[in-house]
């Protein structure tokens, strides 16, 4: 009898054990139907003040799991996102926070084989991933933002959080070049979904955050790109207006700087299936699908949606990957790895000229910094980077977040905006009219007969090179080079030269080193301050 006690006892034990196991651990949980996840239910990790949560339905990241060994890609299908809760659980300060990882923009780029033949250089990030540093490190003394409630958005799918599409697999002549065949012929097609990733976190928000005093949406990088994006949305949602709720934008790293003489930047919104998705004006929103938009245009929409809003930019003048990601815009993979970049001062010139038309509709500050590093607040060392006015980030922030920004870092315009962007007199004209919201390259004068000659020459001798060693690559794989070369969207080698001068003609001349900088004499005048 003793021992069918203990076996009693035993039984109910083992069947306790996963109660006990899933209370234990409550700094996970999966969103289920019986189960939404509540922020007050759950209790944040002894390691990093934080709770994961897995919000399942139809989220999910770009492709589906994979390791390489070779080149060490790795891709993780599940989606799942980071709270950090405020230590006193009080909610009335929250900030909604975008991961950055580059973006995709074209069937040549946004293709798995691609991805994992380019390892850990991959264009885009393929999983969802965790993080404790910079603004969301809960045991760094002075964080600006421990008080807040943060919900970070990992990113995965290489679609600036609005893609709304499936791509089927493909691979090109670009993939037979790049070796590591082992990636290809793995029937790996793209989802784009961001969208229904950003959509069910921000519904778990809603839920557990509904009304609180402070909202600061931000990101950076491609989620800088996002934050601006998602902002009338948010407000939208939140209702930030009526309820009078302070309303902050904050965006690291990343303004918008496109080739718009190409192809204006809502192309390539619209190519992610995203234009219908964001809160667009209705007429914004058929723009952006003809693909008319410029980022000026999309994002002062967005503005007018919470005029009562503050937004913040953070940036190098420099800013490296800023200007490799236009590279990539501008060329598409054929221009990897980007080894010549729009030069420094034509990038902070357009960088100026954009932030100077937000300012005429927005209350913008602007935090400039003298280098060209990408991305500043997930160091931990955020606080002390210094604007070119010797403004402290940590200050500036604090001062932000409290309203009560200081006159030296909110820059209004007090001229029109081309007395503010500055090119190399060598290279670009300085613009002599009022720039309207439709370009963001400064002018350049006509080049000469004589000079188009002589880059003609020069691109043919050139183009020549790279045929003969476009075909040495591919004649190892028995391809018939010069017919498939050709075939590549549809560009012979002429049409391809043909390009090449249209660019050297185009308002943003091109040419420099990666690593040059605007000089001081160079750098657009100081503004007026409020």
Not at 40 to 47: F, G, Q, V
Not at 176 to 201: R, W
Not at 293 to 319: G, H, Q, R
Not at 419 to 435: Q, R
């Amino acid at each position: 009898m003793v021992l069918f006690t203990q076996l009693i006892k035993t039984a109910l034990a083992l069947l306790a054990l996963p109660i006990l196991i899933a209370q234990a651990d409550s700094s996970s949980c999966e969103v289920t139907d019986a189960n939404a996840c509540a922020i007050d239910s759950l209790t944040a990790s002894n390691d990093d003040s934080s709770v994961l949560i897995y919000p399942g339905g139809d989220t999910r990241c770009a492709f589906d799991d994979y390791t390489d060994t070779v080149t060490t890609f790795a891709s993780n299908s599940t989606y799942f996102f980071q709270v950090f809760p405020a230590a006193n659980q009080d909610k009335k300060k929250l900030l909604l926070f975008f991961q950055g990882g580059g973006a995709c923009v074209d069937k040549y780029t946004c293709d798995f084989a691609l991805q994992c033949q380019l390892g850990s250089s991959a264009l885009i990030t393929t999983q969802a991933s965790v993080t404790d540093t910079g603004i969301m490190n809960r045991t760094l003394d002075g964080n600006v933002f421990n008080d807040y409630n943060i919900v970070y958005l990992p990113y995965c799918t290489g679609d600036l959080f609005v893609g709304n599409k499936y791509l089927e697999p493909y691979e090109s002549v670009y993939n037979q070049a790049l070796g590591n065949k082992q990636c290809m012929g793995q029937n790996q097609g793209m989802y784009m979904n961001g969208y229904n990733n950003t959509m069910a976190v921000l519904k778990w928000a809603l839920e557990n955050y509904p009304d609180p005093e402070q909202i600061v949406v931000g990101g950076y990088s491609a989620g800088s790109l996002a934050a601006q994006m998602w902002s009338a949305y948010v407000a939208n949602t939140w209702e930030v207006e009526s309820k009078s709720t302070k309303f902050q934008v904050l965006a690291d790293s990343y303004v918008g700087v496109f080739p718009e003489y190409k192809t204006p930047a809502s192309g390539l919104i619209n190519y992610y299936g995203g234009c219908g998705l964001v809160d667009f004006p209705d007429a914004m929103a058929a723009e952006c699908e003809a693909e008319t938009a410029t980022v000026i245009e999309m994002i002062t929409s967005l503005m007018n949606e919470a005029p009562s809003a503050k937004w913040l930019f953070i940036d190098s003048i420099s800013d490296h990957t800023q200007r490799r990601f236009y590279e990539l815009v501008l060329l598409g993979i054929a221009g990897y790895p980007f080894t010549t970049l729009l030069p420094a001062d034509e990038f902070y010139g357009n960088m100026t000229e954009i932030l100077d038309a937000y300012s005429l509709v927005m209350n913008v500050t602007r935090f400039n910094i003298d280098s060209d590093q990408h991305v500043w607040l997930t160091g931990n060392d955020y606080s002390s980077a210094e604007d070119l006015e010797g403004a402290y980030l940590g200050n500036i922030l604090s001062s932000w977040l409290a309203y009560s920004t200081p006159e030296a870092t909110t820059a209004t315009p007090t001229s029109t905006p081309e007395a503010t962007t500055v090119t190399p007199a060598s290279t670009t004209a300085a613009p002599t009219t009022k720039p309207t919201p439709t370009t963001a390259a400064p002018k350049t004068s006509k080049p000469s007969t004589t000079s188009q000659q002589a880059q003609q020459e020069q691109i043919a001798q050139q183009l020549k090179a790279l045929k003969e060693f476009m075909c040495s690559i591919l004649s190892q794989f028995h391809i018939q080079a010069p017919l498939l070369l050709e075939g590549i969207a549809g560009w012979s080698f002429d049409h391809f030269a043909e390009y090449q001068i249209q660019a050297e003609r185009s308002p943003a001349k091109r040419g420099s080193t990666d690593n040059s900088k605007p000089s001081k004499q160079d750098r657009p005048p100081r503004f007026a301050r409020r």
